[in-house]
DNA sequence: CTTTCAGCCTGACGGC
DNA sequence: TGCCGTCAGGCTGAAA
């Protein structure tokens, strides 16, 4: 499912094909995603030329002349780059043809991605924390944020509000690479350990970037290829399994309505 | 202010 | 074999 490390991959498999590029057409299957695909679109877009495309937490940023595309893959979307003859497949819900021939198709089976046009600024950017793998977050950020927090740490350090683009596989890899108990409270947790679990974020997405992404059963990049950061995982998705370290038996708890792997022996 | 939780959606999987 | 319930997960907005 895409996190963070999954955008990246896609932003730089995406940009080269369509920066600079004049869109030539943009064709809406199926507009019915997290929310709606903003009506008109189409014909908003259709003329205008790509001037930048970024990434801020989880989404895509299209920058047009005038406004921008916003996209986000939800949990199971994905941006392809595909010839213009390619058969459309289930699921492909939106496909961005550009002048040059190139075209980008959005495929997401649970449709709890999103595709928003906007002049301005997104609604969506506005209230969002620091980027993980800038010099804008750390350790210290992380500590001076969690003052008298009683949530446990892992739905901590997933809020989007404290620092953005941490879900659930790679919270769950930090805290086990950091020694942290996901369910400790985030407020009662040292100044010292939160410098460890701050460079422990940055390490496991900037690892994940390199390896490609994780691919569960959705991701795919932008040619098509899974990631392989999955086999790294210690811990994600190997509750009842051995510990990497100590062969003691992971377990299994739910933190706000997520499952949450931790090493009892291991992570205090 | 903080924290919790329902809802959005499809496909995979286990039990019967 | 197929039907049904459950789970997975990011994000928002309402409720507590």
Not at 3 to 15: A, D, N, R
Not at 26 to 47: A, K, M, N, Y
Not at 84 to 89: D, I, K, P
Request: aromatic share 8%; proline share 4%.
């Amino acid at each position: 499912m895409p996190e963070l490390p999954e955008v990246e991959i896609t932003l730089k498999g995406i940009k080269p094909f369509i920066k600079e590029q004049k869109i030539n057409k943009l064709i809406v299957r199926q507009g019915s995603l997290r929310w709606p695909v903003t009506d008109g679109i189409e014909s908003i877009v259709e003329g205008q030329t790509v001037i930048a495309v970024s990434r801020r937490a989880k989404y895509l940023i299209m920058q047009l002349d005038r406004g921008s595309m916003l996209v986000h893959l939800g949990m199971s979307g994905s941006l392809r780059v595909v010839s213009a003859e390619a058969e459309w497949r289930k699921h492909d819900h939106i496909e961005l043809q550009l002048v040059n021939g190139a075209c980008l198709r959005y495929h997401d089976p649970r449709r709890f991605g999103s595709w928003l046009w906007s002049l301005g600024e997104h609604q969506q950017l506005a209230h969002l924390g620091p980027e993980p793998l800038s010099t804008d977050f750390d350790g210290t950020l992380l500590w001076r944020k969690a003052k008298a927090r009683k949530m446990s740490v892992k739905p901590f350090i997933m809020d989007n509000k404290i620092v953005v683009g941490v879900g659930n596989i790679y919270a769950a890899e930090a805290l086990f690479r950091s020694g942290i108990r996901p369910d400790r409270p985030a407020g009662k947790i040292s100044k010292q350990r939160y410098e460890l679990l701050g460079s422990h974020i940055k390490d496991v997405l900037a690892a994940a970037i390199e390896q490609g992404g994780t691919t569960l059963r959705d991701f795919v990049n932008s040619s098509g290829e899974p990631g392989y950061f999955q086999q790294t995982l210690a811990v994600y998705g190997r509750g009842g399994k051995g510990c990497i370290t100590c062969a003691g038996i992971l377990k299994d708890i739910r933190l706000g309505q997520r499952s949450s792997v931790f090493c009892p022996q291991c992570q205090r």
